[in-house]
């Protein structure tokens, strides 16, 4: 079987969203399932000596004018939110909590952070704010409260972390596919042509 | 008549090499012309507080497959550099001291300049090596040496740099057109789709 796409990401990068929201249907079309890894890019910058890019001079006016152009290319909706970047560390728990478990309840769960926060523009620091888009999706709050505060998931979500270092991914989205990287979502376009010709 | 493209490029930026093969043929395309602007990163980044991406831990490696990779699907000749990156402080002076009274000229040497450094691996940095690029375009190489010392040029490019952070340029390549700014070898497509369409 085809290995999967590896998508590396952050809940506070805007172009994670934008990829979010395409990469499934991508990798249905080159016949492969996708496997969605959130990520902490603040621990990754530590290694980099990086700041996120709507936290730069320029650049950050740039994202601002950007991300909204993109999205209306996409028919995707986008909220830009009054708090960010935000510290997704509980989103990134939860996820690693049902993961590997429970892969689509993980992804669904991405899903909708990713659509309160930039879709809506929620704050979805908070580890209360990910626990109420979890209640939508019939997780039990406490539970996740919980779950967040395990130290087997703790590890988890550090273990990815350093996996990511290892593999060299350094932004968000970040994809990798039969060892080829791809970083940006305006390079999906190159990924999918990669997975249609086999490369060149 | 329509405005041109303001593109913005450092001679050490392999991805503005790549654009530089692509734009004129977008431009016309669109029934734009195009505005060839060599800049000097390091004085943008002064004011960003940035380093160049080959410098950046795992930045760097990635830029080192995916460049290559790009031009391969562009069918561009590209040569990695010994040496890089350049201070393309003599490249961007000879442009300078060229444009604006001789515009053709002074973009086929930068075309050259760009060809030499990142199709064919040259170091570019040394004002005799820029000259000898110019020597091939018939122009005189004692008329460059002293041209790219002329305060009126050194002036010209601080001018440009200036005005491109005035912009929020902060990025290689970076094209303006109409007030619309797109930063980036792989945001070409959506450029050119903005002229397409008149924007979304």
Not at 58 to 64: K, S
Not at 80 to 92: N, Q, S, T, V, Y
Not at 177 to 194: H, T, Y
Request: aromatic share 12%; with cysteine; hydrophobic share 50%.
């Amino acid at each position: 079987m085809a290995a999967p796409i590896e998508f590396y990401f952050d809940f506070a990068s805007p172009y994670g969203y934008l990829a979010a929201t395409q990469i499934d249907a991508l990798g249905a079309r080159a016949g492969r399932t996708v496997d969605w890894k959130p990520i902490l890019l603040g621990a990754v910058f530590k290694v980099t000596g990086q700041r996120p890019l709507m936290e730069r001079p320029l650049a950050g006016d740039y994202l601002l004018h950007d991300v909204p152009r993109f999205a209306r290319l996409l028919g995707v909706k986008l909220t830009i939110p009054e708090r960010m970047p935000i510290a997704a560390l509980a989103a990134c728990r939860a996820f690693w909590w049902l993961q590997p478990d429970r892969p689509e309840l993980a992804r669904l769960l991405a899903q909708a952070v990713y659509r309160a926060h930039w879709g809506e523009g929620r704050d979805l620091g908070p580890a209360e704010a990910v626990a109420e888009v979890a209640a939508d999706l019939g997780i039990d709050p406490a539970a996740l409260a919980e779950g967040i505060q395990d130290p087997a998931v703790k590890d988890r979500l550090r273990a990815v972390n350093e996996e990511a270092v290892a593999k060299g991914v350094f932004g968000s989205p970040f994809f990798i596919v039969d060892g080829e990287p791809f970083w940006g979502a305006d390079r999906m376009g190159q990924l999918e042509r990669w997975l249609e010709t086999g490369g060149w």
